[in-house]
């Protein structure tokens, strides 16, 4: 597989061979929504909570008698078929929302995206990115000038290393947002438009997924 490299006017001025190991393999679409959706579920935090019958504030005198009403038997206002009452299963705040997912499964639900985007033209490799001084305007004034953002699309930078300029320069951008190799996770891979990865970060992106 080869990727284009772009100049910094966003001209393709060369390619760069990637491994077929990871961006060349088939699009496997059931393996691509475990990985989504198992990275989405162990982010959560578990922390909502809700209060059975006896939990909830409520008084224990029975609301009226048993019989001669023409209604039904009750007992307390707490119970779960009341407004107010408690929940029969209420959710715990230790519930644990987390997937199982081997790390041979994360490498190929992660390469398949990497090929997909490949296939698209969704990835493109620069020789290196970086701004004279913490500026958002810089950042989004080459970016532009590269062809990523056009339109609002939004584009996901990896780099080797992020260093200040880069982090507080692009921080403010909504629709940019620059990681390091370790930190490209698959929902921001299935999410951004663009994905623009230096030489260096390719070489290590490479050797994670091996």
């Known amino acids: 597989m080869e990727l284009n490299l772009l100049d910094q006017s966003g001209q393709a001025c060369a390619k760069v061979e990637a491994p077929d190991t990871i961006f060349g393999r088939e699009y496997n679409e059931p393996l691509i929504h475990q990985v989504v959706v198992a990275y989405q579920a162990n982010a959560r935090s578990g922390n909502r909570a809700q209060k059975d019958r006896s939990e909830v504030r409520h008084s224990t005198k029975k609301?009226?008698?048993?019989?001669?009403?023409?209604?039904?038997?009750?007992?307390?206002?707490?119970?779960?078929?009341?407004?107010?009452?408690?929940?029969?299963f209420p959710n715990s705040p230790d519930e644990n929302f987390s997937h199982k997912v081997n790390r041979k499964m994360y490498r190929a639900g992660v390469c398949s995206i990497l090929s997909q985007l490949a296939r698209e033209e969704r990835v493109a490799v620069v020789e290196a990115l970086s701004i004279e001084a913490p500026k958002t305007k810089l950042l989004s004034d080459k970016i532009k000038a590269m062809g990523l953002g056009a339109n609002g699309a939004?584009?996901?930078?990896?780099?080797?290393?992020?260093?200040?300029?880069?982090?507080?320069?692009?921080?403010?951008?909504?629709?940019?947002?620059?990681?390091?190799?370790?930190?490209?996770?698959?929902?921001?891979?299935?999410?951004?438009?663009?994905?623009?990865i230096t030489r260096a970060a390719l070489a290590k992106v490479q050797e994670m997924l091996a």
């Open 63 to 88: 609301p009226w008698r048993q019989k001669g009403t023409g209604r039904a038997r009750a007992g307390m206002t707490s119970s779960p078929l009341w407004r107010g009452g408690g929940k029969t």
């Open 154 to 196: 939004s584009v996901l930078v990896i780099t080797d290393s992020v260093d200040e300029n880069l982090f507080l320069a692009s921080r403010n951008l909504p629709h940019v947002m620059v990681v390091e190799p370790r930190h490209a996770d698959p929902v921001s891979l299935v999410h951004f438009s663009k994905v623009l």
